[in-house]
């Protein structure tokens, strides 16, 4: 007996069905198989000082603050904001630390919460002015942050202040768990919040919802200012707490370092957004990117590159992780 046209049909869909859920997978992945390839490279490469343990547990210990920070990035990012204060406000958070805690002689227990204070002072500003006026948030955020920039080196007199309690180094990098610092279970924690925020709250799909059509959310019924705000006071806050880390892995706080982790964290939270969900800017993939691109600079360097492929690397990850996102969002536009 021969099976008719319609008696095929059914196989034909689940062939194209698996089919499509193995394109997927890979595309889910492609990132995650790139970061263990490129590690594996420069195993071969330089066996002695790339694959060592030592080396990896500074990698992931040393890059706690560039998470955090891509982290940061990535909740208004969701909702269709950009912050470019972010690295500011890391910055005004360190100093903020060191200029009580060292200058001042106040205790960690009253230096660290006025840090954090000072960073959701710094949402507070940019959400005032980007709702309230309707002004972008990439112009807004780019002001803040270079007025900040100022206060940093007001504060400073653009130096470096160090003699931070030891303590905060201590439960920062001193302190390791199977040899990694502290600082990389303190990242790894907050990525797995904000992944169980984003993905299993009402919350989570609010800021979703937001970011890919303010005017549709708004008239189903959400309060997308609300939710704006929400955003952008949590990535100030995040990027303060970036800035206790940084004061505590360095125990000093330095006036202008703390902006060189600003285009990193981009081009991780864009680069992010192709992997594990493809489409949505996504704390496990932004933890993937930031130790694909760490692995890649870490690699280089070892191998007597010079200190400007940094700027190479990140430059051109950036780029590249943008169009790539905007493939992946089948090129629809953004509204930044």
Known sequence: MTLSTSDHAPETENAARRQIQWGRIAESYALVASLVVLFLIFAALEPQSFFSWANVSTMLGSQSILV????ALIIPLTAGDFDLSAAAVLTLAAMTVAVLNARMGLSLGLAIPAALLVGAVAGVIN???????????????????????????????SATIGGIDFALVNWVVAVRLFGIPLAFYYALIM?????????????????LFVGRGREVARLSGIAVDRVRFGALMCSSVM?????????????????????????????AAFLGATAITPGRFNPIGSLVAVYFLVTGITGLTMMGMQSFVQNLFYGGALVLAVALSQLV????????
């Open 68 to 71: 955090f920070l891509t982290l």
């Open 127 to 157: 959400a005032f002015f980007i709702l309230t006026f309707r002004i972008p948030s990439l112009i807004v955020t780019l002001g803040t942050g270079t007025f900040i920039n100022g206060i940093v080196l007001w504060m400073s007199n």
């Open 191 to 207: 990525c797995l919040v904000i992944w169980y925020v984003f993905g299993f709250t009402t919350l989570g799909r609010r800021l």
């Open 239 to 267: 990027a303060a707490i970036a800035g206790v880390i940084y004061a505590g892995t360095i125990g000093a706080a330095d006036p202008n370092s703390g902006n060189s982790f600003l285009l990193p964290a981009f081009a």
């Open 329 to 336: 969002r089948k090129r629809s536009a953004q509204d930044f």
